[in-house]
């Protein structure tokens, strides 16, 4: 099966050895995203819903260069350094996605890349 990297110029560009997504068949695996503004490459301001709101634009941009939405994704990887956000994080999540929702996981975790306090990655699935 091939493999095609997918890529947008309305997300950050990555900050390591990796592409935003690859898709693989049906199946589309998005990188996790923090909250960086694709403009400047730098942190957005704001509490964790500021900064949940820019990651989920941001994959928002690289499901759409696949030509996905929210509706194809399958799994939901969530990861906080404050667990404590979860709520938070839960209610700018439901601003994404509609019933039936996807499975997901959220994982505390020490820190993230640039200071972020939430990193999100998503498995989606194309009919």
């Known amino acids: 099966m091939s493999r095609t990297i997918v890529a947008s110029d309305n997300a950050p560009k990555a900050i390591g050895p990796y592409s935003q997504a690859v898709q693989v068949g049906s199946t589309i695996y998005t990188s996790g995203q923090i909250p960086l503004d694709p403009a400047t490459g730098e942190l957005v301001a704001g509490d964790i ?3 949940a709101r ?7 941009a690289v499901i759409e260069a696949a030509g996905a939405g ?50 999100i990655d998503l498995v989606l699935v194309r009919g």
């Open 49 to 51: 819903e500021a900064q």
């Open 70 to 119: 929210f509706a194809d994704v399958a799994r939901v990887g969530i990861y906080l350094t404050d667990l404590s956000n979860f709520a938070a994080v839960n209610t700018v999540m439901a601003e994404y996605f509609q019933q039936p929702y996807p499975a997901r996981s959220t994982i505390g975790v020490a820190a993230l890349p640039r200071g972020a306090q939430v990193e």
């Open 54 to 60: 820019r990651v989920f634009e941001n994959l928002r």
